[in-house]
């Protein structure tokens, strides 16, 4: 055997069935009447409203069958609930899922079942309407067509018993109908698919429905079917029958039909189509009801829902001046109850005055006219006190009243109206026509309510008025702001200050407020957007200080606060007040400003800071790169003094920092070693300067540099100017020498090819000897460890050594090294032997890069106390993308490993470190194709200026 599956919305499905009430509730006719009808139509023995329960199914109608209840996991109908459709099972003994189930094996020896679910509104399958039988059997098209005709009449059963007022409408006009079939509900037909609706069968019950005898229908007898819908309906009917037919489905379809006496009677409808042997449809059938009552019901509802929507725009969608809300108020009001005129009036003693009205005939009326309130229908509805409704006046017990004998107005509606609880004057609605049908209670609803609008607005303008007078003299601004659910912004009063704070008008913001918003600085839109949203959620205090743009253009700084009120349409109101505080808070962010400023220099700083209490010694306060490297949290690290994080060996500074502190304010930077809190010690280099706090106690900032990377290189440098000292140069030596004393004749008949390789391998331990020499000098000079022996120089002595010792460089070539001698002598102060060094580099370079047959010039200019000496080539100049790497380490215009031009790419970075320790500087000017210029540049000596 196999237990019913659990429908995926169990938990949703039980709750409705629970909601339904029929759970063991007594026995009931209308489900009685379906359940016998069932057995006897399908001559089964046993026919069940059966409803699925946790742990049960329960039958709520049962036809042979006593047993009230049977488990579930043995049920058929928990496996009916389980789908939509009809669940047949033709031989229970032949189903694997069924063969061996109690209810199959033992009585009531079930063979056959069919089960339609059973749905309520909310489309839960509740349980089912069942066949069973103790024989297989099968079911015809027809047959399950049926069956589910009869579960649609159990459905509309249970589904019509929890509807609401309007559907209690329907279900007892339905309760009505059944009372007058004694089996079946509603009327029953069968009809031919024709324009006529040719009726082949219909029930009896069709007399009560359209006034005639169900023999004038049959066979078109006296008249059709169709003869009574209108005319008007005929395509709509036919095009919804046919698109059933189109998909075989039913159709559901609502339509009016003209009964004998002439009225319209409306019908809901049910039908389907049956098919012969070859699909074609061969007739229609179903069931009529008379759903008149629910449909008029319906029509209320959906004119009481526009009354509602017409109140509802008349009170938050209408704008303007009140004269003119009140007007269009009035106008709508005459077009819902249909009309000609609406008046507002105010009852002075025995006076009533015309304050406002709308009316289709222009010049009846004009405003401030005024009648003797005895000659009103007025008079009437105050003298009663209450709301006063008459249809046709002539036909009343007033039509001897002055009013109706001067105007005959036949129909008129009227309600007191009050303005803060006192008697106002009148809110009413007259035609000159009398209101067929009299006035509804829908009509009687919005007049009250109507009134109940108009006495709050007109409340809300007095308060507003005297609100006005009060407030005009109130500094800065008082407001009303509303936020309707939908995020529409309004100011509804603000008092005059807002001019002056926002440059706006109130009467520009009363509907609509955003331009609020436009006034406020970009940078504080989002966070007032914000404290206003939490104010509205929580209900909470709305207090705020933000930028606008004041009147004359100009950012200012206002504060607001404001307590919100939750209305009850879901908008939110608040109340407050909005000032000025410019001046204050100038003050404030000039100083909140420098104190971030400091903060993030603080904080940003890669060098550690410390804050110490100079008294204390104990630290106040850090930054993070000084608590990072130390191992410590905030909390600890600000617990220790500044001297426990110095380790003994360093203890003896104290003294020395503690006397330039009592002499100069500060102590110079010092070297000592921070310890961490695992015991690990860093080099740091230390300096501080005293301050004093807004006590006038004694602080202390002291800057602590980890200088641990700083050593790291001096120690790399050291060690690889020790090593290239050492390990390169003492065996290039030995080299040099050994290939000079080959290459001069000490072995005798040396091969061509072996001279040739010894030339070039000297040639290379000079290139190399060379680099090294770079080398050297290149980190001597980054160290600071080469040493300058600086006195005053003749500058063209300086330019012939030069020439003298790098002339031979292009002998080879052809080109020649060219002194352009100055007038009178130029003096600087240099290292003579580092200066020539410069020199040469460049000239060397001007060599290197010089046509054969060519020459370099040397020369010497003086401007503004500046002595640059000059070296200029022809060459084919410096490349544009080449020009600002050219002072870089190791950098060559070509560095291809073709390239053709030698050299270390070092010299001109040398240059440039010499040229800077001595005080001077290195540059250029190329020009592509026309040469290069290099120039060193020192300032011109005393000695020179003096003469």
């Known amino acids: 055997m196999q237990p019913p599956a659990i429908p995926e919305n169990e938990q949703l499905r039980l709750r409705a069935l629970v909601e339904s009430g029929l759970l063991d509730s007594a026995p ?130 249970i589904q019509y018993q929890d509807v609401r007022r309007l559907n209690r409408q329907l279900r007892e006009s339905r309760d009505q109908y059944a009372s007058l079939v004694e089996n079946i509900p509603g009327i029953t037909y069968r009809c031919l698919h024709d324009k006529s609706w040719t009726m082949l069968f219909m029930s009896r019950e069709i007399d009560p429905l359209t006034g005639y005898p169900v023999s004038d229908f049959i066979q078109n007898a006296k008249r059709s079917y169709a003869s009574l819908i209108p005319e008007e309906y005929h395509q709509y009917l036919s095009d919804m029958v046919d698109k059933a037919i189109a998909q075989k489905d039913a159709w559901h379809i609502e ?130 006190g209450k709301q ?13 009243h002055r009013c109706y004998q001067t105007f005959g107005m036949e129909s008129y509606i009227a309600q007191p109206l009050k303005v803060d609880g006192k008697l106002f004057g009148t809110l009413n609605f007259t035609s000159a026509s009398p209101r067929l049908g009299g006035f509804d209670e829908i009509d009687r609803l919005f007049v009250s309510l109507l009134e109940r609008w108009l006495g709050a607005k007109l409340d809300w303008h007095q308060q507003r008025r005297k609100l006005k007078n009060l407030v005009e003299q109130v500094p800065g601004m008082i407001y009303q702001y509303r936020q309707w659910p939908d995020g529409r912004i309004s100011l509804p009063y603000a008092s005059p200050g807002i001019e002056e704070i926002y440059g706006l008008t109130a009467q520009e913001l009363e509907h609509d407020a955003s331009a609020l918003y436009s006034r406020i600085h970009n940078e504080d839109v989002e966070r007032v957007s914000q404290g206003i949203a939490q104010s509205q959620q929580q209900l909470s ?142 080099p740091i280099r230390l300096q501080g300067v005293k301050i004093t706090d807004q006590e006038q106690n004694p602080l202390l900032w002291c800057l602590v540099e980890d200088i641990s990377e700083h050593k790291r290189i001096e120690r790399m440098q050291k060690e690889f100017i020790a090593t290239v000292s050492h390990e390169l140069r003492t065996p290039l030596t030995s080299i040099k020498g050994a290939l000079s004393l080959l290459g001069g004749g000490m072995v005798e008949n040396l091969p061509e090819k072996a001279k040739s390789l010894l030339s070039a391998a000297y040639r290379n331990s000079n290139h190399l000897g060379e680099l090294i ?62 200066l020539l060094q410069a020199l040469g580099n460049l000239l060397s370079n001007a060599i290197k890069f010089s046509p054969e047959q060519d020459e370099v010039t040397v020369s010497v200019i003086n401007e503004q106390q500046q002595v640059r000496i000059l070296v200029q080539d022809q060459g084919p100049g410096i490349a544009e993308a080449f020009k600002d790497r050219i002072f870089s380490r190791f950098a060559q215009a070509d560095s291809s490993d073709t390239r053709k031009k030698g050299g270390t790419g070092l010299g001109l970075a040398i240059t440039r470190e010499l040229m800077e320790q001595m005080g001077g500087s290195v540059d250029f000017v190329s020009v592509p194709g026309q040469g290069t210029t290099f120039w060193l540049q020192l300032p011109q000596a005393e000695q020179q200026l003096e003469s």
Request: proline share 3%; hydrophobic share 40%; glycine share 6%.
């Open 388 to 400: 006063v409704a008459i249809a046709h006046m002539r036909e009343s017990a007033f039509s001897s």
């Open 773 to 834: 020499d770079d080398i050297l000098d290149l980190e001597k000079l980054t160290a600071g460890a080469m040493i300058f022996d600086t006195q005053t120089l003749q500058v063209s002595e300086v330019m012939r050594e030069a020439k003298e010792l790098y002339q031979h460089y292009g002998q080879k070539r052809g080109i020649r090294v060219r002194l352009l001698q100055p007038e009178g002598g130029h003096h600087v102060r240099a290292d003579k032997k580092r």
């Open 255 to 384: 339509y009016p039909i003209r009964h004998a006496d002439g009225k319209l009677r409306w019908i809901e409808e049910r039908g389907n189509a049956i098919y012969d042997e070859d699909d074609n449809v061969s007739c229609l059938q179903g069931f009529l009801l008379d759903i008149s009552r629910e449909k008029a019901a319906r029509d209320k509802l959906q004119r009481q829902n526009q009354a509602l929507n017409l109140l509802n725009k008349i009170s938050f969608e209408l704008s303007g001046e009140l004269q003119q809300v009140i007007e269009r108020a009035l106008k709508l009001g005459c077009e819902f109850l249909n009309m000609d005129m609406a008046i507002v009036s105010e009852v002075l003693a025995q006076t009533y005055v015309v304050r406002w009205f709308h009316s289709h005939e222009p010049g009846q009326l004009h405003h401030e006219q005024r009648f003797a309130l005895a000659e009103t229908y007025c008079d009437i509805t105050l003298s009663q």
């Open 28 to 157: 009931e006719e209308r489900f009685d009447r379906l359940t016998a009808m069932a057995k006897a139509l399908f001559s089964v023995p046993i026919v069940l409203v059966s409803l699925v329960d946790r742990d049960r199914q329960w039958f709520k109608s049962r036809q042979g069958l006593d047993a009230t209840e049977t488990p579930r996991d043995i049920s058929f109908c928990g496996h009916a609930i389980l789908q939509h459709q009809l669940f047949v099972v033709e031989n229970a003994l032949e189903d694997p899922r069924f063969s061996d189930n109690p209810l199959v094996v033992g009585a009531p020896h079930i063979r056959f079942y069919a089960g339609a679910p059973i749905r309520d509104e909310g489309g839960y399958n509740l349980g089912t309407l069942c066949l069973i039988g103790t024989e297989p059997q099968q079911l015809s098209k027809k047959q399950q067509s049926m069956l589910r005709d009869l579960a649609v009449l159990v459905e509309k059963e």
């Open 541 to 682: 205090l709305w207090h705020q200080q933000y930028r606008i743009t004041n009147a004359a253009g100009e950012v200012e700084w206002i504060e607001g606060r404001a307590v919100p009120v939750r209305l009850e349409d879901g908008s939110t109101d608040w109340y407050g007040y909005i000032a000025s505080i410019q001046a204050a808070k100038q003050i404030e962010l000039t100083l909140e400003s420098s104190e971030q400023r400091l903060r993030a220099l603080f904080e940003l700083s890669p060098i550690g800071i410390a804050l110490i209490d100079f008294s204390t010694a104990r630290l106040l306060d850090c930054n993070a790169a000084l608590l990072h490297p130390s191992g410590y949290r905030r909390g600890e690290l600000l617990e220790l003094h500044m001297m426990d994080l110095v380790p003994p060996d360093y203890q003896y500074l104290r003294h020395q920092i503690l006397e330039q502190l009592q002499s100069q304010g500060r102590f110079d930077p010092v070297e000592a070693e921070l310890q961490c809190k695992g015991g690990r010690t860093y």
